[in-house]
């Protein structure tokens, strides 16, 4: 197996572990403000931003090893994408009689795919979006 293939593999590796730390903390988020009273989209919103932050640095060092600025434009961008996807999952499950608490679990496998796909290609990735430094 070449370099690179062991490199890719490994990142999707370190992809997974530190999205499992991401996806949880996100979804503790989403679950508490559903809890709370708040609407789906919403909650989904606001954990999503809770976690922005910490994911970006997350993926850009532990998963990407990028140390440069200039990407969480591209970073926010891919998650906005990424959250009206989900939004769009959850509502999907909603609509066929799952409760807001599994909706927003069944959905995290399509937003971790999706997630991997753009911010490789987007965001870390050799093709990112030179207009968005």
């Known amino acids: ?7 890719d593999s490994w990142r999707f590796v ?7 730390l991401n996806t949880f903390f996100s979804y503790v988020v989403y679950a508490c403000l559903i809890f709370a009273g708040l609407q789906y989209a919403l909650a989904n919103l606001c954990a999503l931003l809770a976690g922005l932050v910490f994911s970006f640095n997350s993926q850009k060092r532990l998963v990407f090893r990028e140390m440069g600025e200039g990407s969480f434009v591209r970073f926010v961008l891919v ?3 990424i959250y009206a996807g989900n939004v769009s999952v959850i509502a999907m499950f909603l609509r ?3 409760d807001a608490y599994a909706a927003g679990a069944l959905a995290l496998p399509f937003v971790a795919v999706a997630s991997y ?3 490789t290609r987007l965001v870390f990735g050799r093709t990112k979006l030179s207009a968005c430094k």
């Open 14 to 20: 370190r992809f997974l572990l530190v999205g499992v």
């Open 117 to 119: 796909w753009l911010q």
């Open 96 to 98: 066929v009689g799952f």
């Open 1 to 7: 197996m070449s370099d690179k293939r062991i490199e």
């Open 79 to 81: 998650w906005a994408v």
